[in-house]
Nanobody
Framework: QVQLVESGGGLVQAGGSLRLSCAAS????????VGWFRQAPGKERQLVAA???????FYTDSVKGRFTISRDNAKNTVDLQMNSLKPEDTAVYYC?????????????????WGQGTQVTVSS
């Protein structure tokens, strides 16, 4: 029922930054959690960062200290600021929402998904 649209992907050099945005289309966010996932070629889709409605956050170890997830209530978006990017960050990034308790870490517990946006980090 919730439609999500990602934006902000692109091509950057290692050490650069990108800011991804996840916007609700047609309605405001109603789920308890918004997560950013990524899927690299030949790899499983993995949770990168997540934000609860309460403000509680989750980050996977590989991005701690480099990525920041935040919510803009006025714009009804959840953003992912990515700094100090590395080639291994290259992937398609997806936003998703979940009404499950806690912070789900597996993709099948998220109900609504965006179309994905490509992030490519050159060495």
């Amino acid at each position: 029922q919730v439609q999500l649209v990602e934006s902000g992907g692109g091509l950057v050099q290692a050490g650069g930054s990108l800011r991804l945005s996840c916007a609700a289309s047609g309605r405001t966010f109603s789920s308890s959690t918004v997560g950013w996932f990524r899927q690299a070629p030949g790899k499983e889709r993995q949770l990168v960062a997540a934000l609860k409605w309460s403000g509680r956050t989750f980050y996977t170890d590989s991005v701690k200290g480099r990525f920041t997830i935040s919510r803009d209530n006025a714009k009804n978006t959840v953003d992912l600021q990515m700094n100090s990017l590395k080639p291994e960050d290259t992937a398609v990034y997806y936003c998703a929402s979940s009404d499950r308790g806690g912070i789900p870490t597996v993709s099948n517990l998220y109900d609504y998904w965006g179309q994905g946006t490509q992030v490519t980090v050159s060495s």
